[in-house]
C-alpha cells in the first residue's frame, strides 16, 4: 500500500493544510486492495460478452438445423404448375403432398344456387305473412316479415338473421328493387328451393314469385382417370396435399376434351437456399471460435482464451459436422447381454443381400463382430440409449442399406428401422476446411436433391438421424438450455461477479467509514495547526506582562 505525506508548513504559519485532498489520498490508497477484483471483475464481463456472441450466433444455427428437421419446414415446401392455367390451376401444395404428375378433365365447373323475388318494382312497397326457404334436401326454414320493418330491406334482414344458410339482399337497378337470395353452400347441397306465397305486397297488390336462373350444381371431372364430383370449384381433397382451382371446363377438339397435367414438385431450391444460411451460419460460428483462440490487436489475450468453455464448444462442433449417422437400427433391447436367435441379410447398395444366422448363445456383441468380419461394405455397432442397446449399421460407401430381420430377443422378432441412404455431411455435398469452416458442393447437393429427396429428408427427420443429433448437441451447448455448455459458463462467471461485487461493497462501506473518521480527525488536526500562532502570541504577551521583559519569538 502506498503512503500518504502530510505538509504542515510552517508550524507558526497558521495556514494548516489541505484536510479534503489528504483525505482523498488516504482514500486513494485504501481503495487500491479492489484494483484487482474490480480487474478479475472487468475480465468475467468480457469473457460473459463474447459467450453471450457465441450463444447468438449458435442460436442462429439451431434455428436453421429446425428448418431441416421440423416436417413443417424447408422440406414441407412443394411447387407445382398446370399445363393450362385457363382450365385449372394450382393453388397450394403441402407438406404431405407427393412429387409427381396428375391428370385433370374438368367436364364441368360447380355453382352456387342464386336467386330473385319478382313483383315488385319499389324499395319502399310493405309485405306481410312469410317467405319459406329450403337449402338443398334440409327441411324448409319459414321467416315471417317484421312487422316494424316490413319492407324488402326488412325481409332481408329478417332472413339474414334467421341463420338458415342464405344470404339475403337487395338489388336495385331502373325496373326497381328486388329481393335477392344467395345459397352459402356451393353445389348441388346448396340448390335452393323459396316458396313466397305466403307473402303478399300490402302496398301494390301485385303476385310475386321468385326466380332461380343459377341452380346449385356439383363439378364434374376426372383425375387421373377417376371420376370425381366435387361442390366447389376449389378441389382440395382429391391428390393428397394438393388444392387446385376449376377456372373453364376443359376445351374439346375433334370430339376430345383437354387433359390438364398438374405437376408437382418438391422445392429444390428453398432447400439449397437454406442450407447456403446454414453454411454461413455456422462458418460464422467457428470463425468466432477461431479468433477466441489467439490474441487481441493490441497483443493481449482474447478473452476466451485458454477457456474449458471454449474448448468444449470447439470439440463440439467439429465432432458433431463430422459425426455419420446409422444407416438404421434393430428395434432396442433392455439388456445388451440377451441371447438372440435368428437370421439377418444385409444388403449394400446394390449388392447381394448376405446373410447371418445366430449361433447358440450369440449376443449383440457377437452379431457386430460378426458382420464387421464379414467386410461386406456396412458398419455395425452397438447403440445404447434409454430405449436400450439395438445393432445399428452404417454404409460404408454412402449406398443404401437393405435389411430383413428374423433376429428374436425372447420371442420378440426385431425389427429393422431404416434412418437415411446419406450417412454424413460429405455426401450432400458439405465438406470441412483445415480452419474447421465448412463449404458446400452446390452441384452434388442438386443432384442428391433431385435423385433421393426423401433420402435427404430422412438425413436430417428420422430418429437417429444425423439432424436430430446434431439439433440435440446444439442444444445441449446454448445458452438458452440451463444446462447448456454457455449457460454454464455464463452461470459460472455470474457467480464469481457476483461474490466480486459484494467483497467490493463490503470493502467501500468499510472504507466510507473510514473517511468519515478521517476527516473528523484530520479536520481537529488542521484546527490546532491554525491555531498555534494565536496561541504563542498569547504565551508572549503573558510573559512580558509578568516579568516585564520582551519574550523570545518563538517558532
Do not use: C
Amino acid at each position: 500500500m502506498g503512503t500518504v505525506g502530510i505538509s504542515f508548513g510552517s508550524p507558526m504559519g497558521g495556514t494548516g493544510f489541505d484536510v479534503s485532498s489528504t483525505v482523498s489520498q488516504i482514500v486513494a490508497n485504501l481503495q487500491n486492495v479492489e484494483t484487482p477484483w474490480k480487474t478479475q471483475l472487468s475480465n468475467l464481463q468480457t469473457q460473459d460478452a463474447a459467450i453471450s456472441n457465441l450463444g447468438s450466433l449458435l442460436s442462429n444455427l439451431s434455428t436453421d438445423v429446425q428448418n431441416f428437421t421440423t416436417v413443417d419446414g424447408v422440406f414441407s415446401i412443394m411447387e407445382g404448375s398446370s399445363s393450362d392455367e385457363n382450365v385449372v390451376t394450382l393453388a397450394s401444395a403441402s407438406s404431405t403432398a407427393i412429387a409427381g404428375t396428375h391428370t385433370i378433365v374438368v367436364n364441368s365447373l360447380a355453382s352456387t344456387s342464386s336467386g330473385y323475388m319478382t313483383g315488385t318494382t319499389s324499395a319502399t312497397d310493405q309485405f306481410s305473412g312469410s317467405i319459406s326457404i329450403a337449402v338443398g334436401t334440409g327441411a324448409p326454414q319459414t321467416v315471417t316479415v317484421n312487422p316494424n320493418d316490413n319492407t324488402l330491406s326488412g325481409l332481408a334482414s329478417a332472413i339474414n338473421s334467421a341463420g338458415i344458410g342464405v344470404t339475403a339482399g337487395l338489388i336495385t337497378d331502373a325496373n326497381g328493387s328486388r329481393l335477392s337470395l344467395v345459397s352459402g353452400t356451393s353445389g348441388a347441397d346448396g340448390d335452393l328451393s323459396v316458396d313466397v306465397s305466403g307473402l303478399t305486397d300490402t302496398t301494390s297488390g301485385a303476385a310475386l314469385g321468385y326466380t332461380s336462373p343459377v341452380s346449385g350444381a356439383n363439378a364434374n371431372l376426372t383425375v387421373d382417370g377417376i371420376s370425381v364430383s366435387s361442390a366447389s370449384n376449389t378441389v382440395s381433397d382429391v391428390i393428397p396435399g394438393v388444392t387446385f382451382q376449376l377456372l373453364s371446363t376443359s376445351p374439346v377438339t375433334n370430339g376430345t376434351a383437354e387433359t390438364v397435367q398438374i405437376q408437382v414438385v418438391n422445392d429444390t431450391q428453398s432447400v439449397s437456399s437454406a442450407m447456403d444460411q446454414f453454411v454461413s451460419d455456422y462458418n460464422s460460428l467457428v470463425s468466432a471460435i477461431n479468433i477466441q483462440e489467439g490474441n487481441t490487436s493490441s497483443g493481449t489475450p482474447e478473452p476466451l482464451f485458454g477457456s474449458p468453455t471454449l474448448s468444449l464448444l470447439q470439440q463440439q462442433i467439429l465432432g458433431a459436422i463430422n459425426t455419420s449417422s446409422p444407416s438404421g437400427y434393430l428395434d432396442p433391447i433392455a439388456n445388451a447381454s440377451d441371447t438372440l436367435t435368428g437370421n439377418i441379410s444385409i444388403a449394400v447398395g446394390s449388392g447381394s443381400a448376405i446373410p447371418f444366422s445366430l449361433g447358440a448363445g450369440e449376443t449383440l456383441a457377437g452379431l457386430v463382430t460378426a458382420i464387421n468380419s464379414a467386410d461386406i461394405g456396412v458398419t455395425a455397432g452397438i447403440t445404447t440409449n434409454s430405449s436400450g442397446s439395438s445393432l445399428s449399421l452404417t454404409s460404408q460407401t454412402g449406398g443404401g442399406v437393405s435389411v430383413i430381420s428374423s433376429i428374436q430377443d425372447a420371442g420378440t422378432t426385431l425389427a429393422y428401422n431404416p434412418v437415411s441412404d446419406f450417412n454424413n455431411f460429405t455426401q450432400l455435398g458439405i465438406s470441412v476446411n483445415n480452419d474447421g469452416t465448412i463449404s458446400l458442393d452446390s452441384a452434388t447437393l442438386s443432384s442428391e436433391l433431385n435423385s433421393d429427396y426423401s433420402g435427404v429428408v430422412n438425413f436430417f427427420q428420422n430418429a437417429n438421424s444425423w439432424g436430430l443429433d446434431f439439433s440435440d448437441t446444439l442444444n445441449n451447448l446454448s445458452t438458452s438450455n440451463p444446462i447448456g455448455t454457455l449457460a454454464l459458463g455464463l452461470s459460472s462467471d455470474s457467480a464469481t461477479e457476483s461474490s466480486l461485487n459484494a467483497d467490493i461493497s463490503k470493502e467501500n462501506l468499510l472504507i466510507s467509514v473510514q473517511q468519515v473518521s478521517l476527516t473528523d480527525e484530520l479536520n481537529s488536526a488542521n484546527e490546532i495547526l491554525q491555531s498555534i500562532p494565536s496561541n504563542v502570541n498569547d504565551v508572549n504577551e503573558l510573559y512580558s506582562a509578568i516579568t516585564g521583559y520582551q519574550a523570545p519569538q518563538l517558532g
